[in-house]
T-cell receptor, first 110, second 112 residues
């Protein structure tokens, strides 16, 4: 099992603020996926990053895969209450099932 | 396209009983994975099936078992339930192993 550490564990901010959450590992991944989970629902895929150094943007969300493919970050610009949820990263490695971090619980208040 | 369907949505069982959870994947998806989610441990991997074969198994005791049928539907079984088995059990399907997962909304199991 390759351990994925996510930080911070909890984050409470006001609408309009920017934030960054991190996903770190000592293992190299072939790809890394980010999911968001809302209460009472299953996680929903946001993005998959594959190439070291890759940056992907999804509206106000920016995802980056580290050059060494061991870490990733998610940056949210001008957070909105609708961004509230649990953000999970998951690393893919050939021969292993997807391994999830424990997540960052984000609360955005109006 | 219908999403991943998990049944039942909620379940209350007593210690010592057994339980079977069901998962219907997205049509065309041949890979099904199961995860246990608890507040303290997050999502922990249980099993992964691909074309009816168990491809990977997580670090759970033998009381946890699963299977996949020829139509890709999957079931997981937990025998001799313990209080610590109370959790949200999530099923996810994908086209193939390591592809992005499509999750169901889970089965909330409470063991009393």
């Amino acid at each position: 099992t390759q351990l994925l550490e996510q930080s911070p564990q909890f984050l409470s901010i006001q609408e309009g603020e920017n934030l960054t959450v991190y996903c770190n590992s000592s293992s190299v991944f072939s790809s890394l996926q980010w999911y968001r989970q809302e209460p009472g629902e299953g996680p929903v895929l946001l993005v998959t990053v594959v190439t070291g150094g890759e940056v992907k943007k999804l509206k106000r969300l920016t995802f980056q895969f580290g050059d060494a493919r061991k870490d990733s970050s998610l940056h949210i610009t001008a957070a909105q209450p609708g961004d509230t949820g649990l953000y999970l990263c998951a690393g893919a490695h050939s021969g292993y099932a997807l391994n999830f971090g424990k997540g960052t619980s984000l609360l955005v208040t109006p | 396209k219908a999403g991943v369907t998990q049944t039942p949505r909620y379940l209350i069982k007593t210690r010592g009983q057994q339980v079977t959870l069901s998962c219907s994947p997205i049509s065309g998806h041949r890979s099904v994975s199961w995860y246990q989610q608890t507040p303290g441990q997050g999502l922990q991997f249980l099993f992964e099936y691909f074309s009816e074969t168990q491809r990977n198994k997580g670090n759970f005791p033998g009381r946890f078992s699963g299977r996949q049928f020829s139509n890709s539907r999957s079931e997981m079984n937990v025998s001799t339930l313990e209080l610590g088995d109370s959790a949200l059990y999530l099923c996810a399907s994908s086209l193939e192993p390591l592809s992005p997962l499509h999750f169901g909304n889970g089965t909330r199991l409470t063991v009393t």
